[in-house]
Structure formats: C-alpha cells, structure tokens
C-alpha cells in the first residue's frame, strides 16, 4: 500500500485492501512476532468525538506493536474547549507523534487536518461521511466469514448519516459483491454516494423492507440510526426503532447467514441474536486490533521509507 494519510475508503484499490487484511491475517496467526516492529514510535490519538471500540482498539494496537500512545483526552479537558483551531491543534499533536488518529464531528475534516501535517493521519470518523478503518476490520470479517467474491450483502439501518456505510459500499465495489440497501425512504444513501456506486458499475438495488432480499444475503450488515446527526429530534423519532431484527426475522435467512455491526447497537439487533451462529459482530470488533496493527504498520513503514529516501 502506498498511502500516506488514510481518509476515504475510496483511496482502497483491491491490492491497497487484500495488503492490509493479509498483513492482519498474519499477526492474527502470531501476534508475538510483531511485538517490537514498532518500539520507539508514538500514536496521537485525537477523538473530538465519543469512541469506545476505535479509540481503545488504536491504542491497543500500537502497544502490541511495541509503540506507544498519546490521548488528547476528551474535547472538555483540552484546549479545544479554550477556542484552539483544529488546525493549531494538529499541528501541536504533530510534533508530539509519527503518526495521528483523527475522529471529528464534521465531514471533510480529516481531509482539512492533512493540509496541516506531515506524518500519517488516519481518519477514525469526520461526522457523516467516512470511516475507512472500521471497514477494513468489516472487510476482514466479511473475508474471514463468507468470503469476497460471489456474494450478496445488505446493509441495512441508517444509509443516509451512517459513515461505516458509506466507506464500505465504496469498498465494496472491488469485489466481485451484490449491494441491497435496505432503510427507510428518509435514510436512503446520499446522492454523492449513490453516484460513485453507480460509477463504479456496482450492482446495487435498494429497498424500504428487509423481507424482501434477506433470503438471498450471505452477509446482513445492520447499523445504528445516527441520533446525533439528525438536524431535528422529530425526524429521528419517525424512524427510531424501525430495522430490528431477531430470531424469528433470521428464519427466513441462509443457515450460513453472518450478521454483522459496526457497535455500538441500540435497539437494532436483539440480545438473543448474540447466541446464534449468524452473530459475528463481537468478533468483527475484536478484529480491529489486528487490522488496526497492520495499517499502522504498513504506514509507519511507508513513512520512514520517505524520510530514509528508501525504495519506493
Ligand atoms: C461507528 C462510528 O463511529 O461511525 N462506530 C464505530 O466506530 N464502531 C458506528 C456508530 O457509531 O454507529
């Protein structure tokens, strides 16, 4: 992969995407060997935003590769909260560390903050438009559970504000993979996603009831209605608590069917879900170490090929 900032899932050939799952492929095999790869380098995690799985995932993940982190806290205990640009912010961080983690409110601002550095920024969320970390980790369990290629998938939730969506659809279009959309008429795909689908000659159908393609899926991706985005609360109450499922929806599903989530869930999936063969999304979670520590990995690596003038 040569990437220096990772911000959009759109920058992901299928060679950048199979580089970075075999890599995590590989220390899931021996996490041992990786230990000091690492050493002597340092993380900045900067998350203006809540982050329970991403932010302690990073964090693991540059330890176990013998590193470390620096956490800029939460948004009221730092300068943020005294009126400091995001830009002055990344700057600061910058000298601190050899690469960052940006997860922001707004869309577009991992892409702003690279104009402000130079070691490698990976975006871990910028409001509603991507999330290319987390569908890397989709991508290793999609792999892992039902392969890549010659399979339907549907994604279903909030289409419309859910980033993971919008990093994975585009993801998704360099593999050989059916997309369903399925969401309430109001929580359909943004048109700029939509058209880079349709550009990329996906095969995409879109639908407002799960019933009718769930019995084709190898892979049903739900997602959480995005409350914090929504402009105003009424529209979210109109579609909150639509799109759950439970085990009597899967019975109509493929015995082979893996149901995955990006987390955190609210309502979407019910508890007894958990107990059946289709549930894989704790274990989608816990593989964000493991590919978390590969990209890491893979651009550090790049970084310090840049500086030493290496072989490109
Ligand atoms: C997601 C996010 O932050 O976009 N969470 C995560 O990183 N696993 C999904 C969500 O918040 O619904």
Redesign the pocket.
Same mark, same amino acid.
């Given at each position: 992969m040569r990437q220096d900032h990772l911000i959009s899932a759109t920058q992901l050939s299928r060679a950048d995407i199979e580089a970075v799952l075999d890599r995590a492929a590989e220390i899931d095999a021996d996490p041992g060997a990786w230990e000091g790869r690492r050493r002597g380098e340092i993380l900045g995690l900067c998350f203006f935003?809540p982050?329970?799985?991403?932010r302690m995932s990073f964090d693991t993940a540059m330890k176990r590769l013998g590193g470390q982190t620096i956490d800029m806290g939460s948004v009221e205990s730092s300068s943020v909260k005294k009126g400091e640009t995001l830009a002055d912010t990344m700057r600061v961080v910058e000298g601190y560390a050899d690469a960052l983690v940006l997860?922001h409110p707004l869309e577009g601002s991992a892409k702003m903050a690279t104009e402000f550095v130079d070691v490698p920024l990976v975006n871990?969320?910028d409001g509603a438009g991507q999330?290319p970390t987390?569908t890397l980790l989709d991508l290793y369990t999609m792999r892992e559970n039902a392969g890549l290629d010659d399979v339907t998938v549907g994604i279903m939730g909030?289409l419309k504000y859910? /980033?993971?969506v919008h990093s994975l659809a585009s993801a998704l279009t360099n593999f050989d993979i059916r997309q369903h959309f399925v969401s309430p008429e109001s929580l359909q795909l943004p048109r700029s996603v939509r058209y880079d689908l349709h550009e990329s000659g996906a095969q995409v159908r879109e639908h407002t009831e799960l019933g009718e393609v769930l019995p084709d899926l190898d892979v049903l991706y739900v997602? /959480?209605i995005?409350r914090e985005r929504f402009p105003d609360e009424n529209e979210y109450l109109k579609v909150a608590g639509e799109y759950q499922i439970d085990t009597d929806d899967l019975e109509a599903a493929k015995d082979s069917l893996t149901v995955m989530h990006?987390?955190?869930r609210v309502d979407e999936i019910a508890p007894e879900v958990d107990e059946t063969t289709h549930a894989k999304y704790f274990e989608q979670?816990h593989n964000?170490v493991p590919v978390r520590m590969a990209l890491l990995d893979m651009l550090l690596e790049n970084a310090q090929t840049d500086t030493t003038g290496g072989d490109e």
């Open positions: 935003e982050s329970t799985r991403t997860r871990a969320g999330h987390q909030d859910g /980033r993971t997602t /959480r995005q990006p987390l955190p979670a964000g």
